[in-house]
């Protein structure tokens, strides 16, 4: 079993800047790729940013120059810094982690997927 546990949501004015954190606990062995998505109110759900276990990232259109996804493999978290935040950033953000539980899963690539909790992220015009 592995555990995600979000924070660092909340509500701030158009922008403004947030540190959103997500921290991975439980039986893992390595973490592959890390993920934040985020779903709008009456929307799917998007992906934001992704990072690689060497440190590549991704970015959707809508983020980039303004978000930075970052992590630290000794903590097993990953982080969003969201600056100039805008309205449409309004959100619940969630954290997605691929991780191996054991050696063996390492070995043969048989990955495994985790969804924190969620954490709302509101911006005010």
């Known amino acids: 079993q592995v555990q995600l546990v979000e924070s660092g949501g909340g509500l701030v004015q158009a922008g403004g800047s947030l540190r959103l954190s997500c921290a991975a606990s439980?039986?893992?062995?390595?973490?592959?790729?890390m993920d934040w998505y985020r779903q709008a109110l009456g929307k799917q759900r998007e992906l934001v940013a992704a990072?690689?276990?060497?440190?590549?990232?991704n970015y959707a259109d809508s983020v980039k120059g303004r978000f930075t996804i970052s992590r630290d493999n000794a903590k097993n978290t990953v982080y969003l810094q969201m600056n100039s935040l805008k309205p449409e950033d309004t959100a619940v953000y969630y954290c997605?982690?691929?991780?191996?539980?054991?050696?063996?899963?390492?070995?043969?690539?048989?990955?495994?997927?985790?969804w924190g909790q969620g954490t709302q992220v509101t911006i005010s015009s």
């Open positions: 439980g039986s893992i062995f390595r973490i592959n790729a």
């Open positions: 997605n982690v691929h991780y191996y539980s054991t050696y063996v899963d390492w070995r043969s690539e048989h990955a495994f997927g985790s």
């Open positions: 990072i690689t276990n060497g440190g590549s990232t």
